[in-house]
C-alpha cells in the first residue's frame, strides 16, 4: 500500500502531538501567539533547506515513492516532512512547557522545600 513507510507514521505523529496537548498536558500551547510564530520561523527555514535536500532535478535526500503520499509541496518537498517536523517541534516545546510548569508549581508548593 503506498504511503504506508512514510505518511502514516507522519500522521500518526501529528495526532500523537495533537491528543497529548489537547487531552493529557493542556499546557494551552496552541493557544500562544508565541508558539505559532515559533512554528512560521521553523517552516522558514524548513522550506528552503529541505526544498534543496529534496529537489527532484537533483536530490541530495531520496525518498522511496512508495513510502510517501507523492504529494510535494513547496519545492519538491514531500509533505511528509512537514508533518514530522511539526510533530517533532511541538513535542519538544510540549516537554519544555510542562517542565517549565512543573518547576513553577514546586516553587508554589511550601511542602517541596
Known amino acids: 500500500m503506498t ?3 512514510y505518511t502514516l507514521p507522519a500522521a500518526i505523529a501529528v495526532l500523537a502531538v495533537c491528543l ?4 493529557v498536558l493542556r499546557t494551552g500551547l496552541f493557544r ?14 524548513q522550506i528552503p533547506v529541505d526544498g ?3 529537489k527532484l532535478h537533483a536530490p541530495i ?11 510535494r509541496f513547496p519545492l519538491d518537498i514531500p ?6 517536523g511539526f510533530a517533532l517541534v ?11 510548569q512543573r518547576r513553577a508549581d514546586r516553587k508554589r508548593t511550601p511542602e517541596s522545600r
Open 3 to 5: 504511503g504506508l513507510g
Open 20 to 23: 497529548a496537548e489537547t487531552v
Open 32 to 45: 500562544r501567539p508565541a508558539y505559532w510564530l515559533s512554528m512560521t520561523i521553523v517552516l522558514g527555514f
Open 52 to 54: 534543496w535536500l529534496t
Open 61 to 71: 535526500v531520496i525518498y522511496n515513492d512508495r513510502h510517501i503520499s507523492g504529494v
Open 79 to 84: 509533505i511528509e516532512d512537514f508533518l514530522f
Open 90 to 100: 511541538t513535542a519538544v516545546l510540549l516537554a519544555w512547557e510542562q517542565r517549565r
